[in-house]
């Protein structure tokens, strides 16, 4: 049979599904279908979904056969208070699974772990996310459920990127952000790609634009590693040079380029001046930055500010890319140079 669903990144799935439930227009007799890095919710008849909720397509539908549990919740069965407080999302990183968990879940660490690991289909390993630690944005995980290290490969935009979650960060949320930007990479562009981690910006513009050169840069040897070994496997004709080395350095010495990547969320701003040098007259860079959301009307003008003199930058717009904490957002910031010092 056909009938409508709501298709939208697999990283927005579980977001997605929980707000069409919110309002009861999923169908639960039929299958939800998965399109390689996307996802499809079939919707009851006639009815009308927020287009910012993605795209409404036709699909062949097929009956549910055995029905699982929708949520990893249901498999769980602690007090009322502690069943409140447990996350309604959570990563899914190859077949490994992180999830932040309240203080006050901790003692029940180990069933969370095993819902999980029983819910999400070919899951290996289910670890608890401590934060992210020093210059090298390492994560300290906790094993709660599974066996294995933290080293595995990770399918984003229809690319194998090789990952670790405990020698280098990761995140799986930012797919579409990813793609993004590579879809805005014009032919000729040079691009650098500033703490670049395992380096998914620079491997979906070397597959995907037409860049003349990336430069994709950290100072973690462990995370280039994982970059070049992704690479090999790419096999991009688009150059792609990987730098050891502090983005201030870098700055002092690098060419100015047409497009700039900068993705240092938590203490990226003490580094503006720098990076700013590394983006040429009607060049672009993106800038991502966890933002209270009290003060995101303000702050691409404060950003502007940071990158240097007046008038040499313009503000071209944010996005929110997703929640980082309950008063918190990921933005990407947009900046065009319009002009140099001297002019």
């Known amino acids: 049979m056909r009938g409508a669903a709501l298709r939208v990144p697999r990283e927005k799935g579980e977001e997605t599904r929980q707000a069409l439930r919110s309002v009861g227009v999923i169908r639960d007799d039929v299958e939800v279908l998965h399109e390689g890095d996307w996802v499809a919710f079939p919707l009851l008849d006639g009815v009308v979904v927020p287009p910012q909720w993605g795209e409404v397509v036709e699909r062949e539908l097929r009956p549910r056969r055995a ?25 899914v990183v190859g077949d490994m699974v992180v999830v932040r968990l309240p203080e006050e879940l901790t003692q029940h660490a180990a069933e969370i772990g095993r819902a999980l690991l029983e819910f999400v289909p070919g899951a290996r390993l289910v670890g608890s996310d401590h ?11 906790e094993v709660i459920a599974g066996s294995g290290g933290w080293k595995g490969r990770h399918r984003e935009n229809g690319i194998e990127m090789d990952v670790d979650l405990e020698k280098a960060y990761f995140s ?30 620079s491997l979906i513009i070397a597959r995907d634009a037409g860049a003349r050169g990336i430069t994709a840069v950290d100072t973690n040897p462990e995370a280039l590693a994982l970059l070049r070994g992704s690479l ?3 096999g991009s004709r ?12 870098f ?5 100015p ?27 672009h860079l ?3 930055e966890v933002v209270p959301r009290r003060d995101l009307g303000r702050r691409g003008e404060a950003i502007v500010r940071a990158l240097g003199r007046p008038g040499e930058w313009e503000f071209e717009g944010s996005r929110v890319i997703h929640p980082y904490s309950p008063a918190a957002d990921l933005v990407a910031f947009e900046l065009a140079r319009v002009r140099t010092e001297g002019q």
């Open 232 to 234: 090999a496997r790419l």
């Open 131 to 141: 934060g992210v630690h020093g210059t090298d944005r390492r994560r300290s995980l």
């Open 238 to 249: 688009v150059p792609v040079t990987v730098r050891n080395e502090p983005v201030e350095s």
């Open 257 to 283: 380029v047409e497009r700039v990547v900068f993705n240092l969320p938590l203490e990226g701003i003490k580094y503006l001046p720098s990076v700013a040098r590394t983006v040429a007259l009607r060049g």
């Open 172 to 201: 799986p949320r930012l797919a579409r952000e990813h793609a993004r930007v590579a879809e805005s990479i014009e032919t000729g562009d040079r691009v650098y790609d500033l703490c670049c981690g395992v380096g998914p910006f």
């Open 286 to 288: 993106w800038y991502y």
């Open 67 to 91: 029905r699982g549990p929708a949520d990893y919740r249901e498999l769980l069965h602690l007090s009322p208070t502690a069943q409140g407080l447990l996350p309604r999302s959570f990563d």
């Open 251 to 255: 700055s002092t010495v690098a060419e």
